[in-house]
């Protein structure tokens, strides 16, 4: 029997795709690594997706998995696409509908509407959602059919910007509405036109509900909708540009490196700044003890030895004490 590779540590950055939910996405990763023959390690993701939704999705490996709750923490970018007229029970094309409304807005319309949805804002979220009721799943309380009341949380846009706007077919276009060809694009989009859906942006804080900022932009608009299209494009520091394909993950099953698609540790801490430690130093933060003297400005610090982090640290008035240790190997495998 072949001897084990080393259990990995750091971040793969999964461009999850539709129709998977994250803790199966979270299995498909053990599984390919027992496959390709690496030791055991904990994994974890950094922040749900849903399973009709697509995009980045952060999976943590071994001791980075002690950062996943940062990552749940952090800023979210989506492009999501919001149809008219038909708002369904899951606020998704998976949900049955549930109101319908003949009204479709304009592009004008959806320019004047989308300021009172940036900043701070309270919304109400999805009753299919993992948000705990009385100790229990909403989702699962919803598909037993009890009602379920959610309560209203306050989240932040921080922007929110039209990608792209999609008209009516000339066949169903309202009276008096101008004839538009298909494939039309946002620049020849008219003020006036009648919109099937438009295509959004949108820049969010953490526990920001994109189907719930789709129901109420369309019913502040005199109409319905529901979210026929959800990608992350953006979680934390981690973007599309990093994100791999299932199939590509599914070659290290086959033998290919692991190496060249893991990003380390200290990718997901971009904001945060180095501590440099030397052995002594490094071996006495290890052992979880105060470092005094430290000349850094205070905050959160990731202390190093070389190129290995160590840990999070907290400095506040040049005292420095372990928020988060890291187990890893001094010298690179």
Do not use: C
């Not at 999964?14 to 803790?23: C, F, H, I, N, V």
């Amino acid at each position: 029997m072949s001897e084990k590779k080393p259990a990995p540590h750091g971040w793969l950055i999964l461009d999850k795709p539709r129709g998977l939910g994250s803790t199966q996405a979270v299995s498909a990763v053990k599984r390919i690594l027992r496959q390709g023959g690496y030791a055991k390690a904990k994994v974890g993701h950094g922040g749900t997706l849903d399973p009709l939704a697509e995009g980045v999705l952060p999976i943590a490996l071994g001791e980075a998995t002690k950062l996943a709750g940062r990552m749940l923490e952090s800023d979210k970018i989506y492009d999501f696409t919001v149809r008219f007229g038909e708002e369904t029970s899951t606020l998704d094309t998976e949900g049955e509908v549930t109101v319908q409304s003949d009204h479709r807005p304009t592009m004008a319309d959806i320019e004047a509407v989308l300021p009172r949805y940036t900043g701070p804002i309270e919304q109400v979220p999805p009753i299919y959602s993992a948000i705990l009721v009385d100790g229990q799943r909403a989702y699962d309380l919803a598909r037993a059919g009890q009602d379920v009341e959610m309560k209203t949380r306050g989240v932040t846009i921080h922007s929110l910007d039209i990608r792209h706007a999609e008209l009516i077919p000339a066949s169903i276009q309202p009276s008096g509405q101008t004839e538009r060809q298909e494939g039309w694009t946002l620049k020849q989009v008219q003020g006036d036109d009648a919109l099937r859906s438009v295509t959004l942006t949108a820049h969010v804080s953490k526990g920001t509900y994109i189907r719930s900022l789709a129901r109420d932009i369309a019913r502040a608009l005199g109409t319905v909708g529901h979210v026929t299209y959800l990608r992350r494009v953006k979680a934390g520091p981690f973007t599309q540009a990093q994100a791999i394909s299932l199939d590509k993950l599914e070659e290290v099953a086959k033998g290919a490196s692991l190496q060249d698609l893991l990003l380390p540790l200290e990718a997901g801490l971009d904001d945060i700044p180095a501590l440099h430690l030397d052995p002594e130093s490094a071996q006495a933060v290890r052992q979880g003890r105060v470092l005094s003297g430290m000349p850094h400005a205070d905050g959160l610090h990731l202390a190093r030895l070389h190129d290995v982090p160590v840990a999070l640290m907290e400095i506040e008035g040049g005292t420095a004490r372990v928020v988060r240790g890291f187990n890893l190997p001094d010298v690179a495998e």
